[in-house]
């Protein structure tokens, strides 16, 4: 059974630091594509950012607005995506999920609520 | 960055009825566009890919057409567990964007 389980969100403050990550299992890890997509409560979602397989070259993209700030990195080893955040701003609060699949999102994870406050 | 306006923003209907929502990309994405389902507390579900494939075990009232910058989503008769926020995607070009949700309410 394919799993995907979040977790290191939390309460931080402006200007504080993250790292989420995300267990995946029941698939094949390594030959799959990850992204991460969040969604801000009560509103839509976004796409933050994927992570190639290493077959295909394990580079990685990210929506502008995170771009220098949030980094999408695995662990082969350990069957884990990982989302290192910095530099976090009030308008990154949200659910963040982790995905399946670096065009379109075929499994989710329940997520992890990150809230960014003073 | 593409921007994705889905109409309308709230489809008030009955089961049985057919729904059809739109997507309209600000510039085209060819065919690379997906669908999702989103039920309150629930992830969002995959629902159709690639213009006009249908994900794993969805039902086959659920169709969709389109290509370049208009897509449209259609349920053909509506069933209780339909009713839901439906979401466009596309990742024909990079940052890969949803629009912002149509309501299906009873």
């Known amino acids: 059974e394919v799993q995907l389980v979040e977790s290191g969100g939390g309460l931080v403050k402006p200007g504080g630091s993250l790292t989420l990550s995300c267990a995946a299992s029941?698939?094949?890890?390594?030959?799959?594509?990850m992204s991460w997509v969040r969604q801000a409560p009560g509103r839509g979602l976004e796409w933050v950012g994927l992570s190639k397989s290493k077959a295909d070259g394990a580079t990685t993209d990210y929506l502008t607005a995170v771009k220098g700030r949030f980094a999408v990195s695995r662990d082969a080893s350990k069957n884990t995506l990982y989302l290192q955040m910095n530099s976090l701003k009030s308008e990154d609060t949200a659910v963040y999920h982790c995905?399946?699949?670096?065009?379109?999102?075929?499994?989710w994870g329940q997520g992890t609520l990150v809230t960014v406050s003073s | 960055e593409i921007v994705l306006t889905q109409s309308p923003g709230t489809l008030s209907l009955s089961p049985g009825e057919r729904a059809t929502l739109s997507c309209r990309a600000s510039?085209?994405?060819?065919?690379?566009l997906a669908w999702y389902q989103q039920k309150p507390g629930q992830t969002p579900r995959l629902l159709m890919y690639?213009?006009?494939n249908r994900a794993t075990g969805i039902p086959d009232r659920f169709g969709c057409s389109g290509s370049g910058t208009d897509f449209t989503l259609t349920i053909s008769r509506l069933e209780p567990e339909d009713f839901a926020v439906y979401y466009c995607?596309?990742?024909?070009?990079?940052?890969?964007?949803f629009g912002q949700g149509t309501k299906v309410e009873i």
């Open positions: 995607q596309q990742y024909g070009s990079s940052p890969w964007t």
């Open positions: 029941g698939f094949s890890f390594n030959d799959a594509w």
């Open positions: 690639d213009g006009s």
């Open positions: 510039q085209s994405v060819s065919s690379y």
């Open positions: 995905v399946i699949g670096g065009h379109y999102f075929g499994r």
